[in-house]
């Protein structure tokens, strides 16, 4: 009797491809955020909705590396007030890394960790038009400007121009700045339509900028 011959199906086996192309477009709104107010929403919404990207992300600094450093409240108070603000938005999202890490928040350095925690995502930097002007004193510039895609938004007496790649983005433009309202807050003046109500409460719950 013939010996039957069992034949093993062959299984070839394939690999995960991967695909040099990011998936997402993610925008880094950074700032200390001293208190967040519809500027900084308005901002956000505006790249976000004239890139199409698929979020944007506000990003509150720990220490400021700028050369006229603001003293800012306790990180979690900012944090606070930042999930007051876009916890609504489902295209909007808080990244605190920064916050975390603690000490001078150096936007190479956070880049750096990102970018190599979410290989899968391009980054949008959202800088003012103030901020452009200081683009050559950034530390290692010339290695960040790699790694994201810098966005900048009009500001009152900034002109639109620099040495680094910047994908300019027409935004309405505000006075309103953090600055303005603790003075306003100090002062006893009120702050109604420059942040959302939320914010506003919280403030007055926590007694915040008050001295």
């Given at each position: 009797?013939?010996?039957?011959?069992?034949?093993?199906?062959?299984?070839?086996?394939?690999?995960?491809?991967?695909?040099?192309?990011?998936?997402?477009?993610?925008?880094?709104?950074?700032?200390?955020?001293?208190?967040?107010?519809?500027?900084?929403?308005?901002?956000?919404?505006?790249?976000?909705?004239?890139?199409?990207?698929?979020?944007?992300?506000?990003?509150?600094?720990?220490?400021?590396?700028?050369?006229?450093?603001?003293?800012?409240?306790?990180?979690?108070?900012?944090?606070?007030?930042?999930?007051?603000?876009?916890?609504?938005?489902?295209?909007?999202?808080?990244?605190?890394?920064?916050?975390?890490r603690g000490g001078v928040s150096y936007s190479i350095d956070?880049?750096?960790?990102?970018?190599?925690?979410?290989?899968?995502?391009?980054?949008?930097?959202?800088?003012?038009?103030?901020?452009?002007?200081?683009?050559?004193?950034?530390?290692?510039?010339?290695?960040?400007?790699?790694?994201?895609?810098?966005?900048?938004?009009?500001?009152?007496?900034?002109?639109?121009?620099?040495?680094?790649?910047?994908?300019?983005?027409?935004?309405?433009?505000?006075?309103?700045?953090?600055?303005?309202?603790?003075?306003?807050?100090?002062?006893?003046?009120?702050?109604?339509?420059?942040?959302?109500?939320?914010?506003?409460?919280?403030?007055?719950?926590?007694?915040?900028?008050?001295?």
């Amino acid at each position: 009797m013939e010996k039957q011959r069992v034949i093993t199906p062959e299984v070839q086996v394939f690999s995960k491809v991967e695909f040099d192309t990011p998936q997402k477009r993610v925008g880094i709104l950074g700032g200390t955020f001293n208190p967040p107010h519809f500027g900084h929403l308005m901002i956000a919404d505006q790249v976000q909705s004239q890139l199409g990207l698929d979020q944007v992300l506000f990003m509150p600094d720990n220490i400021p590396p700028h050369v006229d450093h603001k003293d800012a409240i306790d990180a979690r108070h900012r944090l606070k007030m930042l999930h007051l603000c876009v916890d609504d938005n489902p295209k909007f999202g808080i990244e605190d890394y920064e916050i975390k890490r603690g000490g001078v928040s150096y936007s190479i350095d956070t880049m750096k960790a990102l970018t190599k925690q979410h290989p899968e995502n391009q980054y949008y930097f959202i800088i003012g038009g103030d901020m452009v002007e200081y683009l050559p004193k950034w530390r290692e510039i010339d290695e960040l400007v790699k790694l994201v895609q810098f966005v900048g938004v009009g500001r009152p007496g900034f002109h639109k121009c620099s040495q680094y790649p910047i994908l300019w983005v027409d935004v309405p433009e505000t006075e309103i700045s953090s600055t303005l309202i603790r003075q306003k807050v100090k002062n006893g003046c009120s702050i109604k339509y420059l942040v959302p109500d939320a914010v506003e409460q919280y403030i007055n719950e926590e007694n915040l900028y008050r001295d």
